[in-house]
């Protein structure tokens, strides 16, 4: 299975850009890189994936390496609602279709 | 937009107790997935349903059976609950498996078993 490695943590100022980095050096051609969150006492929720090319969406911006071994998700401007959870995950092609998850990287927004 | 619906929210069993957490969604959707999630871990998948009437093993299957009763709904039973599967319990759907369409999670089971 291609796995995902992550920080254990990070924190960042309120209205300030977070760059949260993911690294997924045995990617397959096919894995679609997925983001998601979790806020606590939630169930994840999707926040944007890609194949090859950098992505935007309302809620944030990936940028995947050239050579797709690694990935960042973007928050342009940081709020308390953005503390949570975050996954970088591959899904499995292989029969199951699941995700992978691995621990994530709690972010810490500071007022 | 209710999205993925799990009842109940919280459960107390005791070891041996067998018990059905129940999922459904008004999405339309065709697959449907358990996932548990242990403290400070990722979520596992325990089984999946591509679509209605079918249903395959993921990671984590033992003491687990599932039924996809029609859809929208997507059960999980536990025969006889033990200590180990005390977790908190989401279910997700998703259009199909393709893997760039999203999974919709709903808010989780938090079932503790004594």
């Known amino acids: 299975d291609a796995k995902t490695t992550q920080p254990n943590s990070m924190e960042s100022n309120e209205e300030e850009p977070v760059h949260l980095p993911c690294n997924h050096s045995t990617i397959s051609g096919t894995d679609y890189i997925h983001w998601y969150r979790q806020l606590p006492s939630q169930g994840p929720e999707y926040v944007i994936h890609g194949l090859t090319s950098n992505v935007n969406n309302r809620m944030a911006s990936l940028a995947i390496a050239e050579d797709r071994k690694s990935s960042t998700l973007i928050l342009h401007r940081a709020t308390l609602r953005d503390a949570a959870v975050y996954y970088c995950?591959?899904?499995?092609?292989?029969?199951?279709?699941?995700?992978?998850f691995g621990t994530g990287t709690r972010l810490k927004v500071l007022a | 937009n209710a999205g993925v619906t799990q009842t109940p929210k919280f459960q107390v069993l005791k070891t041996g107790q067998s018990m059905t957490l129940q999922c459904a969604q008004d999405m339309n959707h065709n697959s449907m997935y358990w996932y548990r999630q242990d403290p400070g871990m990722g979520l596992r998948l325990i089984y999946y349903?591509?679509?209605?009437?079918?249903?395959d093993k993921g990671e984590v299957p033992n003491g687990y059976n599932v039924s996809r009763l029609n859809k929208r709904e997507f059960s999980l039973r536990l025969e006889s609950a033990a200590p180990s599967q005390t977790s908190v319990y989401f279910c997700?759907?998703?259009?199909?498996?393709?893997?760039?369409?999203?999974?919709?999670f709903g808010d989780g089971t938090r079932l503790s078993i004594l």
């Open positions: 349903s591509a679509s209605e009437g079918t249903t």
């Open positions: 995950i591959l899904r499995d092609e292989s029969g199951t279709y699941k995700y992978i």
């Open positions: 997700a759907s998703s259009h199909d498996r393709a893997s760039n369409q999203p999974q919709h």
